[in-house]
């Protein structure tokens, strides 16, 4: 079945403690990125990838890393985090940029 | 970057209404505009969208139409039902750098 999948789904933690999301897709798919869901604000793009090795900032990319060392993971990766990285986290795939976009199932982070 | 704006943030119809739901963007370079869909705890799925060598397109119940000269798109909805009842995020990615700009939702009732 072709999907996209993050883990975890829920996670809490508290501020400055080092957290990593992991996002994976099984379709082939060139473009990978990551978004923030917070209300009132819609979707906003965190980092955004167009093939291995090559990544680059969304809207919002403070306080987050991405890599892309295969072409199926990219996982989002918080050094530092703080409460106002609370948020619902997507990640998404699609054939490339410009398409249909898949999304995961969401992970909800709660930063206390 | 891109602008989208989305309007109304708030659609209340009667079932069997029509809804309609209306985007601006700001960079011309934009040429291609999707429409997610989000039911209430789940993830964004694409429902129709359209490219700017078209000025309308159809499936079923739901169509899009463009405007490049105004640089505004819309989704409408006919005959609205009650499992039509969701958040609705219009997007104008920018191609040559693959950002993905999304507007900031329209939650949309539909009153059986």
């Known amino acids: 079945e072709a999907q996209v999948t993050q883990n975890p789904r829920y996670l809490i933690t508290v501020t400055g403690k080092k957290l990593t999301v992991t996002c994976s897709q099984n379709m082939n798919h060139e473009y990978m990125s990551w978004y923030r869901q917070d209300p009132g604000l819609g979707l906003r793009q965190i980092y955004y990838s167009m093939n291995v090795e090559v990544t680059d900032k969304g809207d919002v990319p403070e306080g987050y890393k991405v890599s892309r060392k295969e072409k199926r993971n990219f996982p989002l990766i918080l050094e530092s985090p703080s409460p106002n990285q609370t948020s619902l986290y997507f990640c998404a795939s699609s054939l490339n940029g410009v398409d249909e976009q898949y999304f995961g199932p969401g992970t909800r982070l709660t930063v206390t | 970057g891109e602008n989208v704006e989305q309007h109304p943030s708030t659609l209340s119809v009667q079932e069997g209404d029509s809804a309609v739901i209306k985007c601006t963007y700001s960079?011309?370079?934009?040429?291609?505009f999707p429409w997610y869909k989000q039911e209430l705890g789940k993830r964004p799925q694409l429902i129709i969208d359209?490219?700017?060598?078209?000025g309308e397109k159809k499936d079923q119940r739901i169509a899009v139409t463009l405007n490049k000269t105004a640089k505004h798109f819309s989704l409408h909805i006919t005959e609205t039902q009650p499992e039509d009842s969701a958040v609705y995020f219009c997007?104008?990615?920018?191609?040559?750098?693959?950002?993905?700009?999304f507007g900031s939702g329209t939650k949309l009732n539909v009153k059986p």
């Open positions: 359209i490219r700017s060598n078209v």
């Open positions: 997007a104008a990615p920018l191609p040559d750098f693959n950002k993905f700009y």
């Open positions: 960079d011309s370079a934009s040429n291609y």
